[in-house]
């Protein structure tokens, strides 16, 4: 099926850095959505994007809807250890209910 | 309140057997959909029911696998004659379309096995 492209796959940062992952697409999408996964739970919705050119912070998380509707990017600012776990991009058409999702970044962070 | 619940958490089973999951939304939103997580993966679609309305199957991968949902709350995925390519991580999640923003809300899936 349809996936997002999303990258990096794999980050290792030490903790107070800044991270930054974006996703992109060949097509374009109405809502953009990123979301966080930790080890055996379901993703769960950090920032939900609704316009092309919009820039939304949720605490130290920023997001962007690009204005070509075609990708976003999502920024962690002053990185902690429980900012550890799988990040999720993920793409809502015009009219549609299913989400399509990014392959993840999986964010590990050395103290 | 209570949130997406999944059952059962971890399912072993043998090539060709047949496999039930269950899933109870979040009691009143009446949208429900199931998506797929194969290891190292992104989720994919499977299938989505909202309300009375037919359901949206157009993700689910083949004929052996089948959904349904009674009484407009909790639902049923069922797999037939597993294959090895089936494992994976079976989420569900809910929302209520009448929402501002239809937020999908996961339950914490089930871990597939067939060995």
């Known amino acids: 099926g349809q996936q997002l492209n999303q990258s990096p796959q794999s980050m290792f940062i030490q903790e107070g850095e800044d991270v930054s992952m974006n996703c992109t697409s060949s097509s374009i999408f109405n809502t953009w959505l990123w979301y966080k996964q930790d080890p055996g739970e379901g993703p769960v919705l950090l920032i939900a994007?609704?316009?092309?050119?919009e820039l939304t912070s949720n605490g130290r998380l920023t997001a962007q809807f690009g204005i070509t509707r075609k990708d976003s990017f999502l920024n962690i600012s002053a990185s902690i250890p429980s900012d550890v776990g799988i990040y999720f991009c993920a793409g809502q058409k015009q009219g549609a209910q299913k989400l399509v999702f990014g392959q993840g970044t999986r964010l590990t962070i050395n103290p | 309140g209570a949130g997406v619940s999944q059952s059962p958490s971890n399912k072993v089973t043998e090539k060709g057997k047949d496999v039930e999951l269950r899933c109870d939304p979040i009691s009143g939103h009446t949208a429900l959909y199931w998506y797929r997580q194969s290891l190292g993966q992104g989720l994919e679609f499977l299938i989505y029911?909202?309300?009375?309305?037919?359901?949206?199957k157009s993700g689910l991968p083949s004929d052996r696998f089948s959904a349904e949902r009674t009484g407009g709350s909790v639902s049923t995925l069922t797999i037939q004659r597993t294959q090895q390519e089936d494992s994976a991580v079976y989420l569900c999640?809910?929302?209520?379309?009448?929402?501002?923003?239809?937020?999908?809300?996961f339950g914490p899936g089930t871990r597939l096995t067939v060995l």
């Open positions: 999640a809910s929302s209520f379309p009448g929402s501002p923003y239809n937020e999908q809300f």
């Open positions: 994007l609704y316009k092309a050119g």
């Open positions: 029911f909202q309300g009375n309305s037919a359901p949206d």
